[in-house]
């Protein structure tokens, strides 16, 4: 019996040491918190002044903690501004701003955030117009991500970081090219670089080798859907959902389905295209940057990156496109622009490419990359989004209704390319429907 | 007195709490999600279900997975366990032997058949090095649907035969030597014996067996969802996709509606043409 109260006491004793030392470490860690926020908001002088940056992006741990133990440093020991990097969820993001721009209380200093949630925020009318501010120096942003960030005729967002789809071909395709098609057209993105010089290409290397050699991640969890409203459709209709039944459309799907012969048809179980192509199940593949990056670190002398082919109505392809703004009302605007100046810097968006995969907005930046796997990448990217022929789409903000909306394209490919249907007659049941989701949620079918 | 009558109930009164608990409001919760919209009574989401492009052929596929893989997971079982049920030397390993896929998840099952099946993996590689083929046979992708449920009901009966054999194997066990001695000495042959004695005392045991087995068979998705994505849609991992990708709770939820709906049925099936046999009251 004595033995158990023992037992009792030195557990109990040890409970109380783990629990002071929780409580003392949370202790400690609120009042600094706490402490620096009143520093924001009673002291104006600048070396005292911390920023309140929320982001959408970059919240994963490994990325979180790159912001805050490096690109961040380096911006404060620059101008000694602090900055408070608060990762947050889209909704989370909008409840609040929402909340301080009808209070009048604004602590929010800059926001990070995509493309269509700065249009949604900006028609709300709680964005600054940066048209005023400064010129951010030593830099050309990409002309088409500028376009961008002039909603209604005001300057929103200041481009930040972006994100896309390309092709990756195994060099050793080229030594089965269609004729009319040259290397150089291929890796510049030329007129002479379609859709239907793909298909030639494809059919020539089918014949050749014995097998297809075309690749798309067309498995339950790949983005082969973002190839078909954000590439095909665009570069054959104009636009991504508008025209879905037109005869363009059914155009592009008689094309889709004659192209789907010379395309390696384990594709519908395929999620990511590094593997296939490390493999060499596939010569040339289509899939987002961040999931071919593995192929190209891993055999950078085997793989080049390219623009996508072009159709009838240009060179349609999706950027994924993140933003810095500064809400109306920000407690410290001038601080917040040289944040953004900061994180503009070829400099720093090559640090951002190198440490976690999203591509500069910046020109200056490519140039400055070291020779390597990365500057493939980018310099694929960067052909791409310099073409002149460019249809950029962006994918559309429809909130909890983006899954449906994936879903009607996929039925759609299934449908039509699988299972030999009408495309006629499978266009213009699903019509309606993706129509509606656009209805439902309120914005312009795109 | 009255403490008695209640002590019944007092003591099945964990077990109901917590199926009231961990059934019951999961249950009513999917039920309120399927039937309703804006809080009133709808057929709506029932409708969104019954249209879906991927319905049918999920319910479909599902039966035809069970269709095919039972049977032959109880003629298999039932061989293995009538060879086991004798005394000879490395019964016990061969009982590991046969067990130990049940231990094994059925997503690494999956894995462990996909990357031997693969266009550049373990069969292909020794068919290609011998000779006899030249290029990959694919066995996935959307083409090649009846290779990939062939690859499936392979993948599925090597992993879940084991739990079938089990109950069998008890079954057999428990049939009392009696018997089989008696007949014997009447002159039964080892086939009569089998149709007049073993089957019909293994009955309960079969029974067992095929609920468990028609549960799992309902609710078939790591396999499935690892070999052939949705190129064959089934009830379990259209729910799956519809909670996780659409976000359509209501039709997930008439998903697993219908799963468990199918799955009382076969039960009720099983119960009411399976009954046990006593031989004692057999004429």
């Known amino acids: 019996m004595k033995k158990f109260w023992g037992l009792l006491l030195i557990g109990l004793m040890a409970f109380a040491v783990v629990a002071s030392g929780c409580i003392g470490g949370g202790g400690t860690s609120s009042s600094s918190s706490s402490s620096s926020s009143s520093a924001s908001s009673s002291s104006t002088t600048q070396e005292k002044v911390t920023l309140n940056f929320l982001s959408t992006q970059l919240n994963p741990p490994e990325e979180r903690a790159f912001v805050k133990d490096q690109l961040l440093k380096g911006f404060t020991s620059e101008t000694g501004i602090k900055v408070n990097f608060v990762p947050i969820s889209y909704s989370d993001m909008v409840t609040r701003l929402e909340g301080e721009e009808k209070t009048g209380k604004v602590t929010i200093d800059v926001i990070g955030d995509l493309h269509g949630g700065m249009d949604y925020m900006a028609s709300k009318g709680w964005l600054m117009d940066l048209s005023n501010m400064p010129k951010l120096q030593g830099r050309t942003f990409i002309s088409t991500f500028e376009k961008y960030s002039v909603i209604n005729g005001k300057k929103v967002y200041v481009p930040w970081m972006s994100a896309t789809y390309v092709m990756v071909v195994n060099k050793e395709a080229f030594n089965y090219l269609p004729e009319g098609l040259t290397k150089e057209d291929v890796m510049k993105g030329t007129d002479k670089w379609t859709y239907d010089a793909l298909l030639a290409w494809a059919k020539k290397l089918k014949e050749a080798k014995g097998q297809p050699e075309l690749g798309f991640p067309a498995g339950p969890k790949g983005l082969f859907v973002r190839f078909l409203h954000g590439y095909l459709y665009p570069s054959f209709t104009g636009y991504q959902a508008k025209e879905f039944d037109s005869q363009d459309a059914i155009q592009m799907w008689n094309y889709l389905k004659n192209l789907w012969q010379y395309v390696n048809p384990s594709s519908t179980t395929w999620d990511a295209m590094s593997d296939p192509l490390l493999k060499g199940e596939v010569l040339i593949a289509w899939d987002h940057t961040a999931r071919i990056k593995d192929a190209i670190e891993t055999k950078p002398d085997q793989f080049v990156v390219v623009p996508v082919p072009r159709g009838p109505k240009g060179r349609g392809f999706i950027v994924v496109l993140a933003g810095l703004a500064i809400p109306k009302g920000a407690p410290h605007p001038d601080q917040a622009w040289k944040l953004i100046d900061y994180l503009t810097k070829p400099d720093t968006q090559i640090k951002v490419l190198q440490k976690v995969g999203f591509f500069p907005t910046v020109k200056e930046a490519s140039g400055k990359l070291p020779e390597g796997p990365l500057k493939i990448l980018a310099e694929g990217v960067t052909a791409q989004s310099s073409t002149p022929d460019a249809l950029v789409a962006m994918i559309p903000n429809l909130g909890d209704k983006g899954g449906q909306f994936k879903q009607y394209y996929i039925e759609a490919f299934q449908r039509i390319v699988l299972n030999g249907e009408d495309p006629a007659k499978v266009t213009k049941e699903i019509k309606p429907k993706l129509v509606g989701l656009f209805q439902q949620v309120g914005i312009e079918v795109p | ?283």
């Open chain 2, 1 to 283: 007195m009255e403490r008695k009558s209640l002590l019944p109930y007092l003591l099945i009164l964990p077990a109901f709490a917590y199926l009231l608990f961990f059934v019951g409001y999961p249950l009513l919760q999917a039920l309120y999600l399927a039937f309703t919209q804006n809080g009133a009574f709808s057929l709506d989401t029932v409708r969104r279900t019954i249209n879906d492009y991927y319905f049918w052929s999920a319910f479909k596929d599902t039966l035809a997975f069970a269709a095919v893989i039972i049977p032959i997971q109880l003629f298999l079982a039932i061989v293995f366990a009538l060879l086991l049920n004798k005394a000879f030397k490395g019964k016990d390993l061969a009982i590991y032997a046969l067990v130990i896929p049940l231990t094994i998840s059925d997503v690494a099952g999956g894995l462990i058949w996909y990357s031997m099946l693969s266009p550049y993996g373990f069969v292909n590689k020794v068919l290609m090095n011998i000779g006899l083929i030249s290029h990959p046979i694919y066995f996935f992708g959307y083409q090649f649907r009846s290779r990939e449920f062939l690859a499936i009901v392979m993948a599925e009966v090597w992993r879940a035969t084991s739990i079938v054999f089990i109950i069998i194997l008890a079954g057999l066990q428990m049939i009392s030597k009696e018997y089989i001695e008696a007949a014997e000495v009447f002159g039964a042959s080892y086939w009569t014996r089998l149709r007049r004695i073993v089957f019909p005392m293994l009955k309960p045991s079969i029974q067992s067996a095929l609920i468990i087995r028609t549960l799992f068979a309902m609710q078939i998705f790591g396999v499935v969802w690892i070999l052939a994505g949705r190129d064959l849609p089934v009830l379990a991992g259209e729910g799956f996709y519809q909670l996780t990708v659409i976000k359509d709770y209501g039709v997930a939820s008439i998903y697993a509606l219908i799963i468990a709906g199918l799955s009382i049925l076969f039960g009720a099936v099983y119960v009411k043409f399976l009954k046990a046999e006593y031989l004692e009251v057999m004429r």
